[in-house]
């Protein structure tokens, strides 16, 4: 099976803008996470999704958006970007909402806000 | 807020040495995995050991959960270059929620 796999790889922003992340699960897969890393906070749970809902949401501001499709991709919006929303943003897939689950992560999504 | 502490932030050693970091958590857990992280890349999922078992094995990794403590630790044997990676705990803090609660790593440098 493929991984988990995340579009664009790089992206670079500048302030004010928005921009959109992309995230397609392992195949079967129907629980995606979202989650940001920075140096400075380091792994921080953004949201999650499990068929189209969105189950739980992390500490995050509201500019912070996501959603997923019927076919379990999900996609994160960050709006109004500040130069603090650099980051690497990771997805994660499991096959289902439990927390008893390993959680499979994607490469990441680099953003860079200028 | 971070829910596990890795200890030590950052590990030193020669190929073919045995690596050990820890791991602290806060709150009760149903489960603790660990994963590997290279040089700002995705995790890799290594081990999952549930609240009920107190060790577990996968190839060269070891790891132990002691809930009393509210730790774990991970032994990685005969260690290689390759190893070396960021090695992040993450545990399920939140019932019924697919969300998993990171420390802020060990950092290990394998020297040849």
């Known amino acids: 099976k493929a991984g988990v796999t995340q579009t664009p790889r790089y992206l670079i922003k500048t302030r004010g803008q928005q921009v959109t992340l992309s995230c397609s699960p392992i195949?079967?897969?129907?629980?995606v996470s979202w989650y940001q890393q920075t140096p400075g906070q380091g792994l921080q749970f953004l949201f999650e999704?499990?068929?189209?809902?969105?189950?739980n949401k992390g500490n995050f501001p509201g500019r912070f958006s996501g959603r997923q499709f019927s076919n379990s991709r999900s996609e994160m919006n960050v709006s109004t970007l500040e130069l603090g929303d650099s980051a690497l943003y990771l997805c994660a897939s499991s096959f289902r909402d439990t927390n008893r689950e390993t959680q499979y992560f994607g490469p990441g999504t680099r953003l860079l806000v200028l | 807020s971070q829910q596990g502490e890795e200890d030590p932030q950052a590990l030193s050693i020669q190929e073919g040495e045995n690596a050990t970091m820890n791991c602290s958590y806060k709150?009760?857990?149903?489960?603790l995995q660990w994963y590997r992280q290279n040089s700002g890349r995705g995790l890799v999922h290594l081990i999952l050991?549930?609240?009920?078992?107190r060790e577990k094995h996968s190839g060269r990794l070891r790891v132990t959960l002691d809930t009393s403590k509210k730790s774990s630790s991970l032994l990685i044997t005969a260690s290689r270059a390759a190893d070396t990676a960021s090695y992040f705990c993450?545990?399920?803090?939140?019932?019924?929620?697919?969300?998993?609660?990171f420390g802020q790593g060990t950092r290990l440098t394998i020297n040849p």
């Open positions: 050991i549930r609240s009920n078992e």
């Open positions: 195949s079967g897969h129907r629980s």
């Open positions: 709150t009760s857990i149903n489960n």
């Open positions: 993450a545990t399920d803090a939140f019932q019924g929620a697919q969300k998993l609660v």
């Open positions: 999704y499990f068929s189209e809902t969105q189950r």
